[in-house]
């Protein structure tokens, strides 16, 4: 149970880092998808408008710039989520070790017994 007390607190810690970092990355995220939603939907309802005035270059440009802006974004999120996996098993398998190391520590000096371990 001791062994909780500390590993408690590393996990939420690093959890808890992660997710301030990811939180304003979010935001920037929603207003990222929001533009590339705005430019899509003027570019559908202003079609004809577009077509006539020879406007496809230059609409196509301003679709690729907020479609990159959001792309970015995106792979920074996804950057932070990918680390954030093996963070949280790396503490969860070093308590697992730590319960075995020092239970097996007590079993040898005849403070519990073998399948008091388990």
């Known amino acids: 149970s001791s062994i909780l007390l500390v590993v408690i ?3 939420g810690g690093s959890v808890g880092l992660i ?11 929603q207003t990222r998808l929001d533009t590339v939603n ?10 004809r408008v577009i077509r006539a005035f020879v406007r496809d270059e230059y ?3 301003r679709f690729d710039g907020a479609n990159g802006e959001l792309t970015e974004v ?7 989520f990918a680390l954030m996996f093996p963070t949280v098993m790396t503490v969860v398998n070093l308590s697992s ?13 005849g ?8």
């Not at 995106?74 to 932070?80: E, F, H, I, V």
């Not at 403070?111 to 388990?118: E, K, N, S």
């Open 59 to 61: 609409e196509g440009t």
């Open 19 to 29: 997710v301030r970092k990811l939180r304003p990355l979010f935001r920037t995220l």
């Open 9 to 11: 607190p590393v996990l």
């Open 74 to 80: 995106s792979l920074g999120t996804g950057r932070l």
């Open 38 to 47: 705005r430019v899509l939907r003027e570019q559908i309802t202003g079609n």
């Open 111 to 118: 403070g519990m017994q073998i399948g008091a371990l388990t």
């Open 97 to 109: 070790v730590a319960v075995v190391w020092f239970g097996s520590h007590r079993i040898d000096s």
